[in-house]
């Protein structure tokens, strides 16, 4: 089944293409695209072992270029999609560029922000989780199970 364009699922199904770009680098999968009135502006994918950066996750690679993208450092009229929910450091780069929309594919028990108590989104922003979270869990749990063996 093909998602309809610019629904969600179509939008995480680029943001999975991602992950696996990483998936194939020996990267941690996850994948982020950034949208803007239904437009990608900004694609990237998790490079910490490629970049030799603890930063260089795919959600902040993507906060810059969007911005770049812009020319401006808000991403107010903007949506996130990840394959992965972010960090801490993510959310809190999240944060401060005031997104307008996040949506999650797979939740991140173990270093995802949302186990924070503390809010660490913007209050406008509006959060969407669990959209094609199964094949974003999947490809985490091959890439995983493939680095063990």
Not at 25 to 39: K, L, Q, S
Not at 98 to 119: E, L, Y
């Amino acid at each position: 089944m093909t998602p309809a364009l610019f629904s969600d699922e179509y939008f995480m199904a680029e943001a999975l293409r991602q992950a696996q770009k990483a998936f194939d680098a020996g990267e941690i999968p996850v994948g982020a695209v950034i949208t803007c009135r239904n437009r990608i502006i900004a694609k990237a994918y998790n490079q910490t072992e490629q970049l030799n950066d603890v930063t260089a996750h795919a959600e902040m690679l993507s906060i810059t270029a969007a911005t770049q993208y812009l020319g401006g450092k808000y991403l107010t009229d903007c949506t996130l999609y990840v394959t992965l929910e972010p960090c801490v450091m993510c959310a809190g780069a999240l944060f401060w560029s005031q997104i307008s929309r996040i949506v999650i594919g797979a939740p991140d028990p173990k270093r995802g922000f949302s186990r924070i108590t503390t809010p660490l989104l913007h209050p406008k922003t509006r959060l969407t989780t669990g959209i094609l979270a199964e094949e974003s869990q999947t490809l985490l749990t091959n890439f995983f199970h493939r680095l063990r063996t």
